[in-house]
């Protein structure tokens, strides 16, 4: 029962983003949406500009974690921009813990040397153990947030909740696909 939910979370998630009915339009609402995530990440790592800039390139995602008891789910679009270049991602997270809530996030990932980039696009995988509590509403004052930033093998990660509530501990696995969104999973009309 609980994978299945995991499942039906996780689909849930990958819907919320990269809306449209052709390719253009997914990639054009994959741009906007990962722009406004990019923002957000700025707002809340001030230090993050300049670590853009230095990069190999960068991937910038926005999407969602859902976490439900002892399953933790999530996934959204990406996009990975090297050498002056463009490409898009999805990605899926599933995860063991404790929690409970949802919330809309917004991940960077700066590669600093062309190793790193190419692990990532060799294989497109990161795990790790988290912990926060967050609630953060957009249009309220008085928020709180947990945001993350680490180092972690030749890559600075910077994780910013936009909205939503949720506390957890999870041991979380995030794998990364390149689309084109021709022959997308995600079927969505404008």
């Known amino acids: 029962m609980m994978k299945k939910l995991s499942l039906l979370m996780a689909a849930i998630a990958l819907t919320a983003c990269a809306t449209g009915s052709t390719p253009e339009a ?3 609402n994959a741009r906007k949406e990962t722009a406004a995530a990019l ?3 700025y707002s809340d790592y001030p230090g993050a500009r300049s ?3 230095r990069s190999k390139g960068y ?3 926005t999407g969602s974690d859902n976490y439900l008891f002892a399953a933790a789910s999530g996934g959204g ?3 990975l921009h090297k050498g002056g270049k463009v490409d898009y991602y999805r990605f899926a997270s ?3 813990g404790v929690g409970i809530g949802f919330k809309k996030i917004a991940l960077l990932y700066v590669f600093q040397t062309n190793a790193a980039l190419q692990r990532f696009v060799e294989h497109g995988w990161d795990a790790g153990a988290k912990a926060d509590a967050s609630a953060r509403h957009k249009d309220e004052g008085g928020q709180v947030a947990a945001n993350t930033s680490v180092d972690v093998d030749g890559v600075r ?3 910013s909740a936009i909205w939503g509530a949720a506390a957890q501990a999870t041991v979380q696995g995030y794998k990364f696909w390149r689309t084109d969104f021709t022959h997308d999973v995600i079927e969505n009309k404008e």
């Open 26 to 28: 997914k990639k054009a």
């Open 39 to 41: 923002a957000e990440i």
């Open 51 to 53: 670590a853009v800039a």
């Open 59 to 61: 991937l910038v995602c």
């Open 77 to 79: 679009i990406c996009t």
């Open 94 to 96: 599933l995860g063991a």
């Open 157 to 159: 990660i910077y994780q």
